[in-house]
């Protein structure tokens, strides 16, 4: 089973500054990664995803993450938000392949950080 | 436009009236899921489907039922609604389970049960 743990439920920040929204997660099997957005009233959008290879994965809207297995973390980075970022942030995960297995494409989602951009 | 579709967007039911909200996507994709969205937990499963004919339960499987027997559609049922199914729903496809392929979402159902 899967399990994931964003760190901050609401993170205040201004304008042009830099923030970073914390992911951990916790899996008995290898995972793909993501990051979504969710404005408010819409559904969700994905941002990023890391499947393989470098573990800095860069996304839309100029958002990065890092993947790091030993601490089992997939922070979010922005180096300047603008008011334009103010969302819902959601940290996923799926199990590698296990077609057919009980977790196979399903996505396990953090509860969620709020990032509000202040002016 | 590659989408998935959600009807309806909002409804208020009451207690034990059966309701079906549809989901439609137009990408062939293979895999479809339900999702359910709660304050403070994030989305949880409901149900699945790999492929036509093929479904599963997720996480909360309990009160609904769903069916795939078209590529495209994937309705969530609710037999009997009770106001603890009130929530926000998500329908969602990609080209298949495995290889970390990309989810899409729909809009979403803001329901209502009372």
């Known amino acids: 089973a899967q399990s994931v743990t964003q760190l901050d439920s609401q993170v205040p920040v201004f304008e042009e500054a830099p923030v970073e929204l914390r992911c951990n997660y916790s899996?008995?099997?290898?995972?793909?990664l993501f990051w979504y957005v969710q404005y408010p009233n819409q559904g969700l959008q994905l941002l990023l995803k890391y499947l393989s290879g470098s573990t800095l994965v860069k996304g839309i809207n100029g958002f990065e993450a890092e993947f790091n297995k030993s601490q089992t973390s997939f922070h979010l980075r922005k180096p300047s938000v603008h008011i334009s970022d103010t969302a819902e942030y959601f940290c996923?995960?799926?199990?590698?392949?296990?077609?057919?297995?009980?977790?196979?494409?399903?996505?396990?989602f953090g509860q969620g950080t709020i990032l509000t951009v202040h002016p | 436009e590659a989408q998935v579709t959600q009807n309806p967007r909002y409804l208020i039911t009451v207690t034990g009236k059966k309701l079906t909200v549809t989901c439609s996507q137009n990408m062939n994709h293979e895999y479809m899921s339900w999702y359910r969205q709660d304050p403070g937990l994030g989305l949880r499963q409901i149900y699945y489907?790999?492929?036509?004919?093929?479904?599963d339960k997720g996480d909360v499987p309990e009160g609904y039922k769903v069916s795939r027997k078209e590529k495209r559609n994937f309705p969530l049922i609710l037999e009997s609604p009770s106001p603890n199914q009130t929530s926000l729903y998500f329908c969602?496809?990609?080209?298949?389970?495995?290889?970390?392929?990309?989810?899409?979402f729909g809009p979403g159902t803001r329901l209502t049960v009372t």
């Open positions: 489907s790999m492929n036509v004919e093929v479904t």
């Open positions: 899996s008995s099997v290898s995972v793909y």
């Open positions: 996923a995960v799926i199990p590698r392949g296990n077609a057919g297995g009980t977790s196979y494409g399903k996505l396990t």
């Open positions: 969602a496809s990609s080209l298949s389970g495995g290889r970390g392929h990309e989810q899409y």
